[in-house]
């Protein structure tokens, strides 16, 4: 064919779709790129294909649960109850609730272990981006399309904090690589004033810490020029990091404890 | 020690994080809103029926995804392989796609924007055969891996992967004639400068677009 710079024929439909999502490697992923770069159709195929895809994805942050199905669903489980309590199921119902509280634990554990957070390296890690624009990975206002981006990239279903009665805007989300599948942090703005929120899964050690005050869900400390201020809430760990003073950022946790 | 609701709990933690995907697959398998949220309980209902028999620490979403899936399956059957819920062929792009999705605060310009691109993608959607529907809804829509979406679909992760690309392939034929794919914007910059911009390919020997079976 005219249009096309290269004698190898085209990779079947399995190779390319493998390519687009990042599933091929070594020699294979090699031959593929390779042919890609010589042939127009296929990059034509490819562009076409990664298109539809962004397109289902835009789709996907509209398509989220309603609250009404999650309580319907909610409400159906409860009126079900006195299934369960069927005496044949209830070894078997236990056994499975058993391991499910074990399997939790164990990952809580396993993430509180080794995941103990510093203040001074939280800081730093938050350093650049407190005093300067903040990188997100994905940049959005929508917190339904943050929690989407969440969902896809983590699998895990994080709640998405409210900082808006304090001004602070959602400006977007990133992963934390050091923590894989645990942890992502949200950034949010306030005119020329960054915050940025790292989500931890679990209950992770806090070291350089204070508690906000006796009985108080909230932990806080300033290093150097950074505030910080830990909070726990469904099992997650809150993590904000901002160069406001401290004082505004416990004012600021007062009312969102209850993520949405 | 668990209380009478600790199975309740269990399955709450364990299985209801993944609502949205459930809704998501729903959707893309029903064509309506209330349909899909019908068959999201009944099958969070089946799930919770058979809960003792999920294994803990093993993938919740894929088993959740597997029941909503049979349960759409065994009512289609039940109903003379009639759709789920409603035909296919008669969607309403101007109503059923706008029901589907909740209100946000946007201005009136991104609102309507975004209401036009998402009911012409998911009116197209809609119109494609259901092997084709299933699969982007899970991996396009809800990003599932190819193995976790060859495993609700009980298929090879081959035919996963042909079936997801000749599935974007004609729902961007479709985007195309319904003019959300201009042709210009359809073809990609070509890698390398020295290569010629090409026309839109007609389709090379040996690809179907049935979904057959890889």
């Not at chain 1, 080794?114 to 350093?127: F, G, K």
């Not at chain 1, 959602?170 to 949200?186: H, S």
């Not at chain 2, 201005?107 to 084709?132: K, N, Q």
Request: aromatic share 6%; net charge positive; charged share 25%.
């Amino acid at each position: 064919m005219p249009d096309r710079a290269t004698s190898s024929p085209c990779p079947n439909e399995e190779a390319l779709a493998a390519l687009l999502q990042g599933a091929l490697a070594g020699a294979e992923k090699e031959a593929v790129e390779e042919h890609v770069r010589r042939c127009s159709l296929c990059q034509i195929d490819l562009a076409e294909q990664r298109r539809v895809r962004e397109a289902l994805r835009r789709l996907a942050f509209d398509l989220t649960a309603p609250v009404e199905l999650r309580q319907r669903v909610r409400a159906a489980i409860r009126a079900r109850r006195a299934g369960w309590r069927r005496p044949a199921l209830l070894a078997g119902a236990l056994a499975a609730v058993f391991a499910v509280i074990a399997v939790i634990t164990v990952t809580r554990i396993s993430v509180s272990r080794s995941h103990a957070v510093p203040a001074a390296t939280l800081a730093r890690l938050h350093r650049a981006e407190t005093l300067g624009p903040a990188p997100t990975a994905f940049a959005s206002s929508d917190p339904a399309a943050v929690a989407a981006w969440i969902q896809r990239q983590t699998g895990r279903t994080m709640p998405v904090p409210d900082y808006r009665s304090a001004g602070y805007l959602l400006a977007g989300v990133r992963r934390e690589p050091a923590f894989g599948n645990d942890a992502v942090t949200l950034v949010y703005r306030d005119g020329a004033e960054w915050l940025s929120c790292t989500m931890l899964a679990g209950t992770p050690t806090l070291r350089g810490f204070a508690p906000l005050a006796p009985g108080a869900a909230i932990d806080i400390a300033r290093v150097g020029e950074i505030s910080l201020a830990a909070y726990r809430a469904n099992g997650t760990t809150y993590l904000l990091a901002s160069t406001a003073p401290l004082s505004e950022l416990q004012a600021l946790l007062a009312p969102a404890e209850a993520p949405y | 020690m668990f209380g009478r609701d600790g199975k309740r709990r269990a399955f709450e933690a364990e299985v209801l994080p993944h609502l949205d995907a459930a809704y998501r697959f729903a959707c893309a398998l029903c064509g309506s809103r209330a349909e899909a949220e019908d068959l999201v309980q009944e099958a969070c209902l089946r799930a919770y029926a058979a809960f003792e028999r999920f294994e803990p620490g093993t993938n919740a979403r894929a088993w959740l995804l597997t029941i909503l899936r049979r349960v759409y399956l065994n009512e289609r059957r039940r109903l003379g392989g009639q759709p789920f819920v409603q035909s296919l062929d008669g969607a309403t792009p101007e109503r059923e796609p706008r029901s589907i999705a909740d209100a946000r605060v946007r201005t009136p310009e991104e609102e309507a924007l975004r209401t036009a691109e998402r009911d012409l993608v998911f009116a197209a959607l809609r119109e494609l055969p259901e092997a084709f529907r299933e699969v982007l809804a899970l991996v396009d829509l809800h990003g599932l891996q190819y193995a976790e979406a060859a495993e609700v679909l009980g298929c090879p992760i081959g035919t996963v992967m042909s079936r997801l690309y000749r599935g974007r392939r004609q729902l961007a034929r479709r985007l195309r004639q319904s003019g959300f794919f201009d042709a210009e914007t359809s073809v990609c910059q070509p890698m390398r400068a020295a290569e010629p911009p090409m026309q839109a390919p007609s389709r090379r020997h040996g690809r179907q677009e049935a979904p057959s079976d890889a």
